[in-house]
């Protein structure tokens, strides 16, 4: 899979996939991911990005030509099955949006900063808008590691353990239920006695009962949702 990150601020999305299980999918070949700065495609000699709004009022606006410049030059090169802006006006994200993004072969991921970037990218060269959540970050480029860090970790042959992907909270609509470690009696804190009985039936009962109490107490809309598709 190829991930295109388009951003103002580069140094701050390399952090994010120098670690653990993104750095080895990177490292594995499974991922490729190429950061580019937006600012290289700038059409003017002093390299700006962002102008005033027209019509006036606070905050600066990204400029369409040098997004469109590094957009066009990355499509003579690839076919995307998605050109993303990361925006706190866009879909909310969420997991179901994460497998389906997995299963992509090459997506852009547009960071937006200031007020936004001009009306005209999102309605020419964008094909989706996705937000993480109901608030505002300084820029794209945070929301943009977390849809990459979901997304690459559901490839195949990223998790060591392929099926642990599945059993994730939300994967069915219902957060994941309680794990323990060693020691079992922790200062007089007990691991649950089912679960070191070795009955996996009971266990896998005990789990699934655990993870829909937990999903009524603290996120009974997920239930409501139990009928969608994935
Ligand atoms: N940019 C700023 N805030 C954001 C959010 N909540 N989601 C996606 N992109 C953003």
């Not at 007990?190 to 603290?218: A, C, F, Y």
Request: hydrophobic share 35%; proline share 4%.
């Amino acid at each position: 899979m190829n991930i295109d990150l388009l951003t103002i601020l580069p140094e701050i999305l390399k952090g994010p996939f120098e670690q653990s299980i993104v750095k080895r999918a990177i490292e594995k070949g499974i991922v490729n991911l190429t950061i580019h700065d937006i600012r290289k495609y700038s059409m003017n000699k002093h390299k700006t990005v962002d102008d005033y709004a027209f019509g006036g009022g606070a905050g600066m606006v990204m400029e369409i030509g040098p997004i469109d410049n590094l957009i066009s030059k990355l499509k003579s090169e690839k076919e995307y099955d998605e050109i993303i802006y990361l925006t706190p006006d866009g879909e909310k994200y969420n997991q179901k949006m994460a497998n389906q993004l997995s299963t992509k072969n090459n997506i852009i991921l547009l960071c937006g900063h200031y007020k936004g970037v001009d009306q005209r990218v999102r309605d020419h060269l964008i094909t989706k808008e996705l937000s993480v959540g109901d608030y505002v970050l300084t820029g794209g480029e945070l929301a943009a590691a977390i849809v990459v860090d979901t997304i690459i970790r559901l490839i195949p042959g990223v998790l060591s353990d392929e099926t642990s992907a599945l059993t994730d909270s939300f994967q069915d609509n219902l957060l994941a239920p309680p794990v323990y470690t060693r020691p079992a009696n922790y200062k007089g804190w007990k691991v649950p006695d089912v679960l070191l009985s070795g009955k996996h039936d009971e266990i896998e009962t005990w789990r699934m009962n655990q993870s829909v109490k937990r999903t009524k107490k603290l996120r009974p809309d997920l239930l409501k949702r139990s009928g969608d598709k994935k």
